[in-house]
């Protein structure tokens, strides 16, 4: 076989080595073996070098190549690293007129060998270290011999980085997995990792009748402890937490960090509900534990939900999902406490979850409306004024009432839009309304508290009625005290930026709140409408009667119109009439009616132009 031959041969043989994966060792082995026939040498050995590392022969094609790799990396001296360092391949023919390695030349004459090829592993600009080639006759190796060996080492070179990289690559595969799979604070297994074993959890308990149960642990005051202590702290108090927890469990249970200050467990094996209520408890106990931080004894307490597999239940997001609502469950109650789910609970959360998804965009699908409630004269029944409420018919839960639909609003933040949506309506519908007497009818709108301290608020309102036409002094805007609880800096700000647009502001529901009689004073409020509670009590309880005397009283020494809301009865008509009261509302003139209801009962005719409902005048 010509030489030609013998290295396509090889070379091809080193082509298959790397695409069936070899491993370096494997690569160098069959590189030292193969070149001892191809060449006329009597042994061969790698030695690989890298700066940093200490040089280590990696492989030889018998016990004298060995010997001979030894002696070079042991005295750091020989042709190896002479082509190593100069890149180039060294040839020593006769080993005996070499002068080059003076330590390790006669060493090696002794040994028996009398000359010495040697080749740089060449990677790219970089070497890999060198491939020996031994004979124990001296003698050159001719132009085509050097040729072909230097091929072998090359190759070789480009195999060991190829074979490297994918090494490296496997490692940090597997190291990029550890991470990706842990919480990189406090070490534990991540959301990822937690729900990997749970599901394996869940398949085995579909297999045996065993019980695993799923523990969603949140801690109750963690803002606080950083607030109060600063985020190191915080990050200190979750390690340790975290040890806690794990020193808490048996060494099957797995604990895990899902996010912020709120950690998982999971048990498989259980006995029953009872023994997961007493893990609860340990998993409590431990977290009540006073913690020592940096000097700082910190006493914190746990919010454990509990959620336990079983028939129905074969996604581990859902058990976990359902272990969360649990510890929300124990949150409303007040924390520091465990709890399994509250199957009616959870169907009122999602209830109210639902109507916040259908309420956003309610208003642009046509399904709010707003009814009128006609506001009268005590004394003769005439209508004075109409009260705007809103109404929502939800296609999926029927008709929302206000006391459901604003707190609602006002937690989705849809309160603005919902709120804006409601003012201009009414100021719509109110400059549509002909009266006979040509006399304008002044119009109510109630605003949330948190719409009222939102950004733009007054020239939002300033906007509609300036589109609408409408004169400010006929549209009045009724808020709660709540308006006060939040910021009553800001509030009187804003009040006194409405009554610079000219609207007329009445405070609701009056009587409910706090401070309410400093607050009349301070804000500029027209109007004070009592709350129905105190009118519904008029009758039988003395105390509210003398309530709404007191307030009708102070309201007018403070030159305010008084409104009672609520009014159902004669009784009560009778009644705030001998008080003082100016104007009523309620069902005993008129409950709310629709936009065109209204506007009917403005065209009835009567002899002055005015319409009036019935009221004690006319009943008596
Ligand atoms: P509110 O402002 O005190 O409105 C009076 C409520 O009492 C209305 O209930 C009205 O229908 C009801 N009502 C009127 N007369 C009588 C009566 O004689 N007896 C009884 N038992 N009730 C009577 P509604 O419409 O259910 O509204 C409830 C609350 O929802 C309102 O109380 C108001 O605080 C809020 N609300 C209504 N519409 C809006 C709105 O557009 N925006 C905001 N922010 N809140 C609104
Ligand atoms: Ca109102
Ligand atoms: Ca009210």
Same mark, same amino acid.
């Given at each position: 076989?010509?030489?030609?031959?013998?290295?396509?041969?090889?070379?091809?043989?080193?082509?298959?080595?790397?695409?069936?994966?070899?491993?370096?060792?494997?690569?160098?082995?069959?590189?030292?073996?193969?070149?001892?026939?191809?060449?006329?040498?009597?042994? %061969?050995?790698?030695?690989?070098?890298?700066?940093?590392?200490?040089?280590?022969?990696?492989?030889?094609?018998?016990?004298?190549?060995?010997?001979?790799?030894?002696?070079?990396?042991?005295?750091?001296?020989?042709?190896?690293?002479?082509?190593?360092?100069?890149?180039?391949?060294?040839?020593?023919?006769?080993?005996?007129?070499?002068?080059?390695?003076?330590?390790?030349?006669?060493?090696?004459?002794?040994?028996?060998?009398?000359?010495?090829?040697?080749?740089?592993?060449?990677?790219?600009?970089?070497?890999?270290?060198?491939?020996?080639?031994?004979?124990?006759?001296?003698?050159?190796l001719n132009a085509t011999a050097m040729r072909t060996a230097q091929t072998l080492?090359?190759?070789?070179?480009?195999?060991?980085?190829?074979?490297?990289?994918?090494?490296?690559?496997?490692?940090?595969?597997?190291?990029? &997995?550890?991470?990706?799979?842990?919480?990189?604070?406090?070490?534990?297994?991540?959301?990822?990792?937690?729900?990997?074993?749970l599901d394996h959890a869940m398949l085995r308990c579909r297999r045996s009748d065993?019980?695993?149960?799923?523990?969603?642990?949140d801690l109750d005051q963690f803002k606080s402890v950083n607030d109060r202590f600063?985020?190191?702290?915080?990050?200190?108090?979750?390690?340790?937490?975290?040890?806690?927890?794990?020193?808490?469990?048996?060494?099957?249970?797995?604990?895990?960090?899902?996010?912020?200050?709120?950690?998982?467990?999971?048990?498989?094996?259980? /006995?029953?509900?009872?023994?997961?209520?007493?893990?609860?408890?340990?998993?409590?106990?431990?977290?009540?534990?006073?913690?020592?931080?940096?000097?700082?004894?910190?006493?914190?307490? %746990?919010?454990?939900?509990?959620?336990?597999?079983?028939?129905?239940?074969?996604?581990? /997001?859902?058990?976990?999902?359902?272990?969360?609502?649990?510890?929300?469950?124990?949150?409303?109650?007040?924390?520091?406490?465990?709890?399994?789910?509250?199957?009616?609970?959870?169907?009122?959360?999602?209830?109210?979850?639902?109507?916040?998804?259908?309420?956003?965009?309610?208003?642009?699908?046509?399904?709010?409306?707003?009814?009128?409630?006609?506001?009268?004269?005590?004394?003769?029944?005439?209508?004075?004024?109409?009260?705007?409420?809103?109404?929502?018919?939800?296609?999926?839960?029927?008709?929302?009432?206000?006391?459901?639909?604003?707190?609602?609003?006002?937690?989705?933040?849809?309160?603005?839009?919902?709120?804006?949506?409601?003012?201009?309506?009414?100021?719509?519908?109110?400059?549509?309304?002909? &009266?006979?007497?040509?006399?304008?009818?002044?119009?109510?709108?109630?605003?949330?508290?948190?719409?009222?301290?939102?950004?733009?608020?007054?020239?939002?309102?300033?906007?509609?009625?300036? &589109?609408?036409?409408?004169?400010?002094?006929?549209?009045?805007?009724?808020?709660?005290?709540?308006?006060?609880?939040?910021?009553?800096?800001? %509030?009187?700000?804003?009040?006194?930026?409405?009554?610079?647009?000219?609207?007329?502001?009445?405070?609701?529901?009056?009587?409910?709140?706090?401070?309410?009689?400093?607050?009349?004073?301070?804000?500029?409020?027209?109007?004070?409408?009592?709350?129905?509670?105190?009118?519904?009590?008029?009758?039988?309880?003395?105390?509210?009667?003398?309530?709404?005397?007191?307030?009708?009283?102070?309201?007018?020494?403070?030159?305010?119109?008084?409104?009672?809301?609520?009014?159902?009865?004669?009784?009560?008509?009778?009644?705030?009439?001998?008080?003082?009261?100016?104007?009523?509302?309620?069902?005993?003139?008129?409950?709310?009616?629709?936009?065109?209801?209204?506007?009917?009962?403005?065209?009835?005719?009567?002899?002055?132009?005015?319409?009036?409902?019935?009221?004690?005048?006319?009943?008596?």
């Amino acid at each position: 076989m010509s030489d030609e031959q013998l290295l396509s041969d090889v070379l091809s043989e080193f082509a298959h080595t790397l695409v069936t994966d070899f491993p370096i060792q494997g690569i160098l082995d069959h590189l030292v073996e193969r070149i001892v026939d191809v060449l006329p040498i009597t042994a %061969a050995g790698v030695t690989i070098i890298a700066p940093g590392v200490a040089p280590h022969y990696l492989a030889a094609s018998n016990e004298s190549a060995l010997q001979f790799e030894r002696l070079q990396t042991e005295l750091g001296e020989g042709p190896c690293f002479e082509a190593y360092e100069s890149g180039s391949a060294v040839a020593i023919s006769d080993l005996r007129v070499d002068l080059r390695f003076p330590q390790f030349t006669p060493r090696a004459l002794a040994a028996g060998l009398a000359a010495v090829f040697t080749f740089p592993l060449r990677d790219g600009d970089e070497r890999l270290g060198a491939l020996d080639l031994y004979r124990d006759r001296r003698g050159r190796l001719n132009a085509t011999a050097m040729r072909t060996a230097q091929t072998l080492a090359d190759v070789t070179a480009a195999y060991l980085h190829n074979a490297k990289a994918r090494e490296d690559l496997h490692d940090s595969v597997l190291r990029s &997995r550890e991470i990706a799979l842990h919480d990189a604070l406090t070490g534990l297994p991540n959301r990822m990792l937690f729900l990997e074993r749970l599901d394996h959890a869940m398949l085995r308990c579909r297999r045996s009748d065993r019980l695993a149960a799923v523990f969603f642990v949140d801690l109750d005051q963690f803002k606080s402890v950083n607030d109060r202590f600063g985020h190191s702290a915080g990050d200190e108090l979750l390690v340790a937490v975290a040890g806690r927890l794990s020193a808490t469990l048996r060494p099957g249970d797995t604990v895990a960090r899902m996010s912020g200050d709120e950690f998982v467990i999971l048990c498989e094996d259980l /006995e029953g509900h009872l023994a997961a209520g007493e893990i609860a408890t340990r998993v409590g106990n431990a977290i009540a534990e006073p913690f020592n931080l940096s000097g700082n004894e910190i006493v914190i307490s %746990a919010s454990v939900g509990i959620a336990f597999s079983g028939p129905g239940k074969l996604l581990s /997001e859902n058990l976990l999902a359902e272990a969360d609502t649990a510890m929300y469950q124990a949150k409303r109650l007040g924390g520091a406490r465990q709890q399994i789910v509250d199957l009616q609970e959870q169907e009122r959360s999602e209830h109210l979850i639902a109507l916040e998804r259908d309420l956003s965009g309610a208003a642009t699908r046509g399904e709010l409306h707003t009814v009128y409630q006609p506001v009268v004269d005590i004394d003769d029944g005439r209508v004075t004024g109409v009260e705007a409420l809103l109404r929502w018919d939800s296609p999926s839960q029927g008709v929302v009432p206000p006391s459901v639909l604003i707190p609602i609003a006002e937690k989705g933040n849809l309160i603005t839009e919902i709120g804006q949506w409601v003012l201009e309506q009414a100021c719509d519908d109110r400059s549509g309304w002909k &009266r006979p007497d040509s006399q304008e009818l002044g119009v109510s709108v109630n605003v949330s508290a948190h719409q009222l301290m939102s950004t733009d608020y007054v020239n939002d309102v300033a906007a509609v009625v300036t &589109r609408t036409q409408t004169d400010p002094a006929l549209l009045t805007l009724e808020m709660t005290e709540s308006v006060f609880i939040q910021d009553a800096e800001r %509030a009187l700000v804003v009040l006194n930026e409405l009554k610079r647009l000219g609207v007329l502001l009445a405070l609701d529901d009056f009587g409910t709140g706090y401070s309410s009689l400093s607050y009349l004073k301070r804000f500029p409020f027209d109007t004070v409408k009592i709350d129905q509670g105190f009118v519904f009590d008029m009758g039988h309880d003395p105390s509210s009667f003398a309530i709404v005397s007191a307030i009708i009283d102070l309201a007018h020494s403070l030159g305010l119109q008084v409104v009672a809301e609520g009014v159902e009865t004669v009784a009560q008509c009778a009644d705030l009439a001998s008080l003082g009261c100016d104007v009523c509302q309620g069902y005993y003139f008129a409950r709310p009616m629709s936009g065109s209801d209204f506007s009917a009962l403005l065209c009835q005719q009567t002899v002055d132009g005015s319409v009036y409902l019935p009221t004690l005048a006319i009943a008596s």
